[in-house]
């Protein structure tokens, strides 16, 4: 891993893993807002800005030290597809802004949430390598370039894409963090195990390796049966239902979800945080949990 790492160096500081924001999209769904058919809840940063800041500011007072930005689907792909009508680059600079506004003077690290290039949940693409390439680099270097602390590359789960990141980050020295989704049998959609890819990700020096959107028997069979990266972390899927549902509601208590990081603590994770259907309730539950044990 890298020597310079953001996260290790506030991890030491703190003497305890960084914790990371819960949901957004969903916490926005289940206050009223709708999703846009291509942008879900990123079209918000421009509608309603407000509504976003808010969330921000609220996973932050709730005790997060890493909030990602609402950059879900503010990628190209997914951009070229809708109506709205502003650049790229201005999206993702408004976008960005917001998490960065919330921050204000506070340590908080803002990552940029860079997710798969199409649907998270699909185990085919449809666009062409040329276009895949395209769209990591130019919303990975867009992200950055708006102020980000580090890319939050999320809920990946096909080798073309993590390869294409990985290589693109580590030769322009963009610190990055690998946030993996993998099902039942341990292996991403396109059809490689967990740990081939542990060990593909580690070769190209990734601040850190996640899990993430994955449910809690999936984390429970991987924390038993794989070797671990040596700086991981995790954020579960607290939602009922499928991953595919549109509609996501809360089906993992914040004090239900204490019992996987209290479980997690003897493999002295990085960071833990919370996925779909979680809320800042969530976030609020595990810093009081750290501050009660450290």
Known sequence: ????????????????????????GSVLQQRGFSADKDLWYSHLNIANPQAVLSL??????????????????TN??????SNLEITNSEFIKRSVELAIQAKGESNVIIAGSNAPSEDCYHTERTISLF???????????????????????????????????????????????????????????SGEPIEEIISFVESFSPQTIGFNCIKSNDFEELLAKTQLP??????????????????ISCNVSPQ?????????????????????????????AIKEYFDETH
Request: glycine residues 6%.
């Open 1 to 24: 891993m890298n020597k310079s790492n953001l996260l290790l160096n506030r991890k030491a500081t703190l003497n305890s893993p960084l914790i990371l924001d819960g949901a957004f």
């Open 56 to 73: 921000h500011k609220e996973y932050i007072d709730a005790g997060a030290d890493i909030i990602t930005t609402n950059t879900f689907r």
């Open 76 to 81: 190209p792909v997914a951009k070229k597809k």
């Open 131 to 189: 276009d895949l390439e395209y769209n990591h680099k130019k919303h990975i270097e867009l992200l950055f370039e708006s102020g980000c602390d580090i890319i939050w590359n999320e809920t990946h789960s096909h080798w073309d894409e993590i390869e294409i990141i990985c290589k693109f980050c580590s030769e322009n020295s963009i610190p990055y963090s690998m946030n993996i989704y993998f099902d039942e049998s341990l292996k991403i959609l």
């Open 230 to 247: 040596e700086n991981f972390g995790f954020y579960l899927n607290c939602g009922g239902g499928t991953v595919t549902d549109q509609n």
């Open 256 to 284: 239900k979800y204490l019992d996987y990081i209290k479980e997690s603590k003897k493999f002295n994770p990085t960071f833990v945080g919370s996925c779909c259907g979680s809320n800042p309730a969530h976030t609020k």
